[in-house]
């Protein structure tokens, strides 16, 4: 999994993800395919 920083200075870990429009997949696929940035905002 991933770690993710929270707006309320938390942490939580993202095993997996469903971008829209697409399949299920781990979160280190989704990062080495879309590329996260420091900074980006992710949203439902």
Known sequence: GIFISTANRGIIR??????SGAKEMSAQQFVNGYKI????????
Request: charged letters at 30%.
């Open 14 to 19: 993202i095993l997996k993800v469903i971008p």
């Open 37 to 44: 940035k420091v900074g980006d905002i992710l949203g439902k």
